[in-house]
């Protein structure tokens, strides 16, 4: 406890707004997700299985990632309480597992973010094959059309 003496202010209550505001950068990159996510099944270009299997990939990683905003909220919640709760003089012994609980909060936030922006690239990389198998598509039949009014 002596370490971590001054850390927190024991003498007035504390609220980490900055830290758990820290928490809106995944939801913000959650929700982004889930809107392409959604926007995704609106593809042209896909054959019916194609279709129904993207329709359930996509919809079981929506379900995740509002699982994972959930989880950002209680988390937000769940640290500012914590804070909150250490300048008690009852809870100040144990000021280090309450530091140490906010720090493994920040950290799955923090990898949780990275693989929201992963996964929208990988999307992003999707949509963008699609379009240009859709664009071959066309100009593959259009050749064959030529082709056959020149016979």
């Known amino acids: 406890m002596s370490r971590l003496h001054g850390l927190i202010p024991l003498d007035k209550p504390v609220m980490p707004i900055a830290l758990m505001a820290t928490f809106a950068l995944p939801g913000t990159l959650s929700i982004s997700l889930i809107n392409s996510l959604n926007g995704i099944k609106k593809l042209k270009g896909l054959n019916r299985e ?52 906010v720090g493994a909060a920040l950290a799955f936030a923090v990898v949780c973010s ?11 990389s999707f949509e963008a094959k699609i379009a240009n198998r859709s664009a071959e598509r066309k100009a593959k039949q259009a050749l064959l059309k030529r082709l056959a009014s020149k016979d």
């Open 50 to 101: 194609e279709k129904r299997r993207i329709d359930s990939i996509a919809s079981r990683k929506v379900h995740r990632q509002i699982f994972l905003i959930v989880i950002y909220l209680l988390l937000s919640a769940g640290m500012g309480v914590a804070f909150f709760a250490a300048t008690l003089p009852a809870v100040a012994p144990y000021l280090e597992y309450v530091l140490a609980a």
């Open 114 to 124: 990275v693989f929201a922006v992963i996964d929208s690239s990988e999307l992003a």
